[in-house]
């Protein structure tokens, strides 16, 4: 009987023990774990991202009509005209006025077309 009331004391000690060293553990951890707000600030990843123009984040829109327009570096009769219209070709013909090689013209946003009819290059 006093074998199982030692082993009993014994057992509530141990468990005593245990619980006030995990609570001094919890309590050390806790003054290491940080809040969200703490966490990003310590990347200080160098941007401050409520202080960006809105031109760094977003580019400039461009007009749809502009998008398919060949612009005024384009040959005659295409330019102005929208990609892919019919257009006579200077030797005779019909033709489409595409943008064959893809360039842009110096504005950037329009084609340079010329009156191109046949297989592109």
Same mark, same amino acid.
């Given at each position: 009987?006093?074998?199982?009331?030692?082993?009993?004391?014994?057992?509530?000690?141990?468990?005593?023990?245990?619980?006030?060293?995990?609570?001094?553990?919890?309590?050390?951890?806790?003054? @290491? !774990?940080?809040?969200?707000?703490?966490?990003?600030?310590?990347?200080?990843? %160098?941007?401050? =991202?409520?202080? #960006?123009? &809105?031109?760094?984040?977003?580019?400039?829109?461009?007009?749809?009509?502009?998008?398919?327009?060949?612009?005024?570096?384009?040959?005659?009769?295409?330019?102005? @005209? !929208?990609?892919?219209?019919?257009?006579?070709?200077?030797?005779?013909?019909? %033709?489409?006025? =595409?943008?064959? #090689?893809? &360039?842009?013209?110096?504005?950037?946003?329009?084609?340079?077309?010329?009156?191109?009819?046949?297989?592109?290059?």
């Amino acid at each position: 009987m006093k074998t199982r009331f030692a082993l009993f004391v014994a057992g509530i000690l141990l468990v005593v023990a245990i619980a006030g060293v995990t609570a001094l553990q919890a309590e050390q951890a806790g003054a @290491a !774990v940080l809040s969200p707000a703490a966490f990003i600030a310590s990347l200080n990843c %160098g941007a401050n =991202l409520t202080t #960006l123009a &809105n031109a760094d984040v977003v580019p400039a829109a461009k007009p749809l009509s502009d998008l398919q327009t060949c612009g005024s570096c384009s040959a005659n009769p295409c330019k102005g @005209a !929208v990609v892919n219209n019919y257009c006579n070709k200077p030797g005779g013909g019909i %033709g489409q006025c =595409l943008p064959p #090689l893809g &360039n842009n013209c110096s504005d950037g946003v329009t084609w340079q077309c010329q009156c191109w009819s046949g297989p592109l290059p």
